[in-house]
């Protein structure tokens, strides 16, 4: 599959910085099947030099001297050319593996070989944790998202009804026209293998029935404003609240939720507020759902929950590609649905969807209170659905973009 034109300033930036003289381990992060190898192989195959790829995929974790066998399978494509690259895919499920590029990279360094590495990885939480115990000043970070709509769009064709439904996984598209057969893909191939190896394979988890009700409850609360005391009451397995915030993290680290903090004025406030649970892809949502595309557009409330979601995950997403925080706002009955932050600029969102009539009142309060840069009301007599789906985390703080 070729990129669409918005993946493809991704893989642009990769080929900008491995034709660069002076260079860094690049390391490419994000969701699983959301196009990390196919860019890293289209770049390859662009910069027509030597190159080695392996992926350390497998049923079980290769050992550390895997790292080391590759690394000198790249070493070999160096003999006789002036540089190679070498691209390890999923390097995080090998143990200890930061410190073993890291004394790798530097025999290189020193030696002055000019081998180009490249790592992939779908677990935020052990690529971060590697990068900062061993391979500080020695990388940079490209980040790569679930699809937005715009993407979908050029690739696919699809309306933004589809894409909220449908949400963002490339891989799932061909199968959209047999709904049953597109949910069991994302229930198995997606779902289950994240949970599985990028969670449960990586990481100790007392009690993996929990995580997988944990997140089950994030994507039928999606959406929502659910403490950790009211989650336990609604699981079967005992848990306490301590338990489920690892669990999140864990969740979150899979690129599959995220718990959204209230905003407050202090960050001690919002690090122990309430979750606004969010599932960054609303295919995670519907496909557990096990409702027809039809079942959904004709309930207007759930419809109006999944466009909600689909909204907080475009935020999130983009957002994060960009340095923007997201939150929600909630004092007595107010509410504001996301709240977005980039150094000194606010900007408070509300997404009105047909089952919400308050949007404007919870704007007013928050604005007497915390004195926005804007507000925006998504969905009539906003800015419509599908403009914003379109739209960059720039547009948000943009002073021509339309205000209530």
Not at 160 to 181: H, M, S, T, V, W
Not at 334 to 340: A, P, T
Request: charged share 25%; hydrophobic share 40%.
């Amino acid at each position: 599959m070729q990129l669409p034109e918005f993946k493809r300033d991704a893989t642009g930036t990769i080929e900008k910085r491995l034709r660069e003289k002076r260079h860094f381990i690049q390391v490419i992060i994000g969701p699983r099947q959301v196009g990390k190898t196919t860019a890293i192989q289209q770049v390859l195959n662009s910069l027509n030099c030597p190159y080695h790829y392996a992926a350390a995929d497998l049923p079980a974790p290769p050992p550390r001297e895997w790292i080391a066998q590759q690394w000198d399978a790249g070493r070999q494509r160096l003999r006789g050319q002036n540089t190679a690259t070498l691209v390890l895919d999923e390097v995080q499920k090998i143990s200890n593996w930061s410190n073993e590029i890291k004394r790798l990279w530097d025999e290189d360094t020193q030696k002055g070989n000019n081998l180009k590495v490249v790592l992939l990885g779908s677990s935020a939480l052990l690529i971060q944790k590697g990068l900062n115990e061993s391979l500080a000043g020695r990388f940079e970070v490209i980040r790569f998202f679930h699809w937005p709509w715009k993407e979908c769009r050029e690739c696919f064709g699809w309306t933004a009804d589809q894409y909220i439904y449908f949400g963002g996984y490339p891989g799932a598209a061909p199968l959209i026209k047999e709904e049953e057969r597109w949910s069991q893909y994302i229930r198995d191939s997606l779902i289950e293998t994240a949970i599985s190896k990028d969670i449960l394979l990586l990481n100790r988890v007392e009690k993996p029935a929990l995580l997988r009700q944990l997140f089950v409850l994030a994507c039928e609360y999606s959406g929502q404003i659910l403490s950790y005391q009211k989650l336990v009451g609604q699981l079967a397995d005992a848990g306490n609240t301590t338990t489920l915030a690892h669990y999140q993290k864990l969740l979150e680290s899979a690129f599959l939720i995220r718990g959204l903090p209230k905003w407050s004025g202090t960050a001690l406030r919002r690090r122990s507020s309430s979750p606004k649970w969010l599932p960054l892809n609303t295919a995670l949502v519907t496909a557990i759902a096990n409702r027809s595309f039809q079942e959904w557009r004709s309930a207007p409330d759930a419809w109006g929950r999944l466009v909600e979601v689909a909204v907080g995950a475009h935020l999130v997403n983009e957002g994060a590609e960009h340095g923007v925080d997201v939150y929600y706002w909630r004092k007595g009955h107010y509410e504001v649905d996301f709240i977005v932050c980039k150094g000194k600029s606010l900007v408070a969102i509300e997404v009105k969807s047909g089952r919400k009539y308050t949007a404007r009142q919870g704007l007013g309060e928050f604005s007497k209170e915390h004195n926005p840069t804007k507000t925006l009301i998504v969905g009539s007599p906003g800015i419509s659905i599908e403009d914003f789906l379109t739209s960059s985390a720039n547009d948000w703080f943009s002073k021509k973009a339309k205000s209530e």
